[in-house]
């Protein structure tokens, strides 16, 4: 059977950039966010692999009209994929992550999974995680309250990591903390780790991202659908500099507990 690999965590925290160095493994396939087709009803018509939905190798089986997408959960979906991926790989990626209402899917999938399932958490320094969040709704010019916001996707964060730390609990053999800023600075050593617990004897090949067919990702970071190679991987910094202190000062207290236990001062 085709073994799980979810990304935990919360959004804005590097999880499409790992999930598509994953694909680095020949034996993995990588549907991005499968919460967000159901949630969304599939509006995004295109997968990353240049197909239509309903051409995609992957996706055209799950959602064919015997097979409705409005009687599917996360859940569901993601199983059906990972059905449909047992053809051709050996593992699947759900980049879904642990925001609020799908902080159990991780206990949920595992229950139907056991030992063929395993939790990567990923985590980011809150603050670049509420500036990232930020940029992203000046890009969709939105209008928000800057510092609100802040304190909302701080309380958010925390939400998040802290389902996926009562996961790890529960399970720990079934999970793996990340931090971002380990895995930028060494991403073949923390991608290896990755595979060996899921995969022992899989290796991440540079030479194999964008060419294999195995990114179907519907869903994700814009990242998703440009080239990438293992020299263009780097820390997004800009927060240190560009955010205003006023905004870290809402950040930092509401996240501090959590943040003290990743090792951000």
Known sequence: MTKLIYIGGYGHS?????????????????????ASVVRDRLKKKHCTCGRRSEACPIWSQVLSSGAPLTEKTHEALTL??????G?????????TKTALGHALAPFRLRRALGEDFLLVHLVRDPRAVAWS??????????????????????????????AC?????FHPKQYLRLRYEDFVAAPREKLDRIFQRMLPGAKFHAATLGVT????????????????????????????TDMPASYRRVVSPLSAILRARYGYS
């Open 133 to 162: 969040a930020i940029k992203k709704t000046e890009r969709r010019k939105m209008t928000v309250n800057r510092r609100l916001y802040c304190a909302r996707v701080a309380l958010a964060w925390s939400a998040a990591n802290l």
């Open 14 to 34: 590097g999880s499409t950039l790992l999930e598509y160095l994953l694909t680095g493994c020949t034996e993995l396939v990588a549907c991005g966010e499968v």
């Open 87 to 95: 053809k051709r790989f050996d593992l699947m990626v759900d980049s």
């Open 165 to 169: 730390e009562l996961f790890g609990l």
């Open 213 to 240: 067919d195995n990114r179907h990702q519907l869903y994700g970071n814009r990242m998703r659908g440009k080239p990438l190679t293992l020299e263009d991987v780097k820390e997004d910094r800009a927060w240190q």
């Open 80 to 85: 059906a994929l990972l059905a449909r991926a």
